[in-house]
């Protein structure tokens, strides 16, 4: 069964700085992954989108790398702003589905 | 802009009820799923739907049950209210497989 893990769970840090979040992944085998964004109370909102076959995607200062083979993806967030405060969710799509980290509770601030 | 829209933002039930929580989405997707949200517990997925009359069990289907009568519509029902389905719940879809997944802005259920 695919296992996704986050972490940190959370991280704090001073408005300007980049932000690095981390997702690992058991199984190999899988379509895409996916990044999100949560506000408190709130749905998600999609962020990026990596297919298996690529290596990185990039939306402004968000830059999200996959590595299958070992299993992981980090999604970088350049400059970071308080308005970057959310929690950051990755899902791993397997088998048609998705599999949810626990997410990263990020503070940024001022 | 795709938009999936959950009919309620917060309801409040009693246990026993029978309660119908609707998503309506307008993008024309094939996939459509329910998710709660609990903390500690993260994301899991209660039933999805790949069509019109399609369903499928996620991982904790248990106390549950979907329709799927329209493309554009999946409603999720809980038989009868249990304190331990106070929850948030997430309806999303995607246009198919391997395709960017929208999310609702959910639903918070009390049952008291």
């Known amino acids: 069964k695919q296992e996704v893990t986050q972490i940190p769970a959370a991280l704090s840090v001073p408005e300007g700085e980049n932000l690095v979040l981390n997702c690992s992944f058991t199984?190999?085998?899988?379509?895409?992954l996916q990044w999100f964004r949560q506000d408190p109370g709130k749905g998600l909102t999609s962020l990026l989108l990596?297919?298996?076959?690529?290596r990185e995607q990039t939306s402004g200062r968000l830059n999200a790398s996959l590595d299958k083979s070992s299993g992981r993806s980090t999604l970088y967030i350049a400059a970071s702003q308080p308005g970057d405060s959310a929690t950051y969710l990755c899902?791993?799509?397997?088998?048609?589905?998705?599999?949810f980290g626990a997410g990263t509770q990020v503070v940024v601030t001022p | 802009d795709v938009k999936v829209t959950q009919s309620s933002r917060y309801l409040v039930k009693r246990t026993g009820e029978k309660v119908f929580l609707e998503c309506v989405q307008d993008?024309?997707?094939?996939?459509m799923f329910w998710y709660r949200q609990d903390p500690g517990l993260g994301l899991r997925l209660i039933y999805f739907?790949?069509?019109?009359?399609?369903?499928e069990k996620g991982d904790i289907p248990e106390g549950y049950s979907v329709s799927r009568e329209k493309k554009e519509r999946f409603s999720l029902i809980l038989e009868s209210a249990s304190t331990n389905q106070t929850s948030m719940y997430l309806c999303?879809?995607?246009?198919?497989?391997?395709?960017?997944?929208?999310f609702g802005a959910g639903t918070r259920l009390s049952v008291l």
């Open positions: 999303a879809s995607r246009l198919g497989g391997g395709n960017i997944q929208y």
């Open positions: 199984d190999s085998a899988i379509y895409n």
């Open positions: 990596i297919q298996s076959s690529q």
């Open positions: 899902a791993v799509d397997s088998w048609g589905k998705l599999q």
């Open positions: 993008m024309d997707h094939e996939n």
């Open positions: 739907s790949y069509d019109v009359k399609m369903k």
